[in-house]
């Protein structure tokens, strides 16, 4: 997965003089909360040739590991333009994959892997070199770990510029937080490598902190690198402005108070070092397969874990009704496109990469899709269900690149999507989903929530497709569900790719940031909306809708207002200024801002408009948005 990050300098400071604390928007994030957990049980191998082999491939994960969070933090940081990390970064990160894998290759012969205390000594027996397989698997999962806790600690790119002292906050924290974290990694493999066990080497979080390692010279180095970060964001993040601009930063959403900040920075450093440990000693893993997974996923129980080799299969999935518990991880360095990729050269008959029905707490996870007609991957009546890392490419005809529906508890993370023709990300008719750290581009709608309750959309970023964000409720689905959503730092940037869709989104405005109708209880704030031709924002409901586009709904659900949205603390700039005046848009509105309702009235709604350069309101000229303050909202 790569993350993209831009440069977004906003005119306005989102009036941070004048922002209230939102304890709400804090408790609805989940992602830096002191949790339990810990290594489990580490036996690190005695043998000469077991431990040589041990060695290399927690060695090489630790430097990629490095490697990964050093140039990744720092582009974001800055701000800059394209990929995070550049490419002179992407270049030093797949060097140290290879090497990685080299060295496995070298030191992980057939007596070495076969002496192994964990899992990795049994897994790889079918592949031709099982010391690179297994090097491959570890870094695969390392890079997963890695880069969630870079966007915990990080966030999405756009930084903007201007309250006092929020970037030197911004650049501690992302310097802090990957000394910390690295420190915590390499000094947990350097003890266990020389026979520690995890209690010693690694810590664990429980009881709602970290407990540091009890081995002396270990807990030495984290404890001073834990001084060493919180004094750092202690000093860089406080004074008479923090508690205005500390709820802005991208990394560690939710945040309020410098501690706050240093809690996250120790929480997620923490969790982010212990589960590469894990991923590097003690994996929890059943199966490898390198070619024909589909009789792997056949052959396996419910619950298990299957290690899937990189390369192109040419196969689609399909995970059958009894599976549930069952995780499919992909084994990839990614170095020169090393990663597990499910493609359809126009051979197959089936439409979609992957196919899951019915079937609970599936996990794909470090997956590639790319040709399938439909979807890059389906799910429907299958609760707990996780897409991470998954990227879905189109060439030829993808309609959604991830596609659950009809679900409760959807995870859909750390993914990259390009090129469908509907939506790159889309949860429909479902409950309590969490969409974070995905990155779309050439979709016509970059992500779609539709007809869903408790959608917490987060830390995203949507560039160059038609819409960057669609929230829908439609009329004649059988589930009407459509409100309680959180949906925040996001970064919605330049979508303005012709609209090439079919049915409702091919109504979409060329050029549309966010568009919401038929939708309540919302809150909607901390998002970056710029450059978009039509539309920054668009809140609208069905009847609206119908008038501006020509009709598309022959009748509206019987619940069709937008009532109960907050509006507040966005950065909305630089949109409308090249309205789409094509199709149903023949006579466009365009602004930054535009609300307009035909159920209900002004005031069902508030907004905050500080960070708005304009906004259009349809009901009266002459008057204001309800603002977020009074009994009614607080």
């Not at 915990?152 to 510029?161: D, K, Y």
């Not at 990469?353 to 890059?376: A, H, K, P, R, Y």
């Amino acid at each position: 997965m790569k993350i993209f990050s831009g440069t977004i300098t906003i005119v306005a400071l989102v009036g941070l003089m004048g922002l209230a604390s939102n304890a709400e928007a804090a408790e609805s994030y989940d992602i830096w909360e002191a949790q339990d957990n810990s290594a489990g049980s580490i036996s690190v191998p005695t043998d000469k040739d077991a431990l040589k082999c041990q060695k290399a491939l927690a060695g090489g994960s630790a430097k990629f590991v490095k490697t990964l969070v050093k140039g990744t933090s720092k582009c974001i940081a800055k701000g800059e333009v394209g990929h995070c990390p550049p490419a002179k970064d992407e270049q030093k990160l797949n060097k140290a994959a290879t090497k990685a894998v080299a060295k496995a290759t070298k030191s992980c012969g057939s007596a070495g892997l076969s002496g192994l205390t964990n899992a990795y000594s049994t897994l790889t027996a079918a592949a031709a070199d099982p010391g690179a397989e297994a090097a491959k698997c570890i870094i695969g999962q390392n890079d997963v770990s890695a880069l969630r806790f870079v966007m915990v600690t990080n966030g999405v790119s756009g930084v903007f510029s201007g309250a006092p002292g929020r970037d030197k906050c911004v650049k501690s924290m992302s310097k802090s937080s990957a000394k910390l974290m690295t420190t915590i990694h390499k000094s947990a493999v350097k003890c266990l490598l020389k026979g520690g066990d995890a209690a010693g080497c690694v810590g664990s979080m429980s009881s709602g902190g970290y407990a540091s390692p009890s081995d002396g010279k270990t807990a030495g180095k984290v404890n001073k690198a834990l001084g060493k970060a919180a004094s750092g964001i202690e000093k860089t993040c406080s004074g008479a402005y923090a508690s205005l601009f500390i709820p802005s930063l991208p990394g560690c959403p939710g945040a309020e108070t410098t501690q706050n900040l240093v809690d996250c920075v120790t929480y997620a450093s923490a969790n982010a070092a212990i589960d590469l440990i894990e991923e590097a000693f003690n994996p929890n893993a059943d199966a490898w397969v390198g070619s024909n997974v589909q009789a792997a996923i056949d052959a396996a129980s419910a619950g298990d874990t299957v290690l899937v080799g990189p390369g192109t299969h040419a196969e689609a999935l399909v995970v059958p009704a009894g599976k549930d518990g069952l995780s499919l991880i992909g084994c990839g360095s990614g170095a020169d496109g090393d990663r597990p990729t499910f493609e359809n050269d126009g051979s197959l008959s089936a439409l979609n990469g992957i196919t899951v029905i019915g079937v609970d707490n599936v996990t794909m996870q470090g997956l590639d899709f790319v040709g399938w007609s439909e979807n890059g991957t389906f799910s429907s009546d299958s609760n707990n269900i996780a897409h991470i890392d998954i990227g879905a490419y189109d060439i030829g005809g993808m309609v959604y690149g991830i596609f659950p529906v009809q679900s409760t508890g959807v995870v859909v993370e750390l993914s990259q999507i390009e090129g469908a023709d509907d939506a790159g990300v889309y949860v429909g008719q479902s409950d309590d989903i969490v969409v974070r750290y995905n990155e779309t581009f050439d979709n016509v709608a970059g992500i779609e929530i539709e007809n869903s309750a408790n959608a917490e959309v987060y830390s995203n970023l949507s560039m160059e497709n038609t819409g960057g964000l669609a929230i829908f409720k439609l009329p004649g689905l059988p589930v009407q569900s459509g409100n309680d959503h959180l949906i925040s730092h996001n970064v919605l940037v330049n979508n303005n790719r012709f609209n090439n869709g079919v049915g409702l989104v091919s109504a979409i405005p060329d050029g549309t940031g966010i568009l919401m109708f038929s939708n309540d209880d919302c809150t909607i704030e901390w998002n970056i909306v710029t450059d978009n031709d039509s539309l920054g924002v668009a809140i609208l409901d069905q009847e609206i809708i119908n008038a501006l586009v020509g009709g598309v709904f022959s009748s509206y659900s019987d619940d069709q207002s937008t009532a109960g949205n907050r509006f507040e603390n966005n950065t909305v700039v630089r949109n409308g200024g090249n309205p789409d005046s094509t199709g149903g848009n023949a006579t466009p509105l365009a602004d930054n801002l535009i609300y307009v309702i035909n159920q209900g009235s002004p005031s069902n709604n508030c907004f905050n408009l500080a960070g708005v350069a304009s906004a259009l309101q349809l009901f009266n000229p002459n008057q204001s948005f309800f603002p977020c303050t009074g009994p009614d909202w607080d």
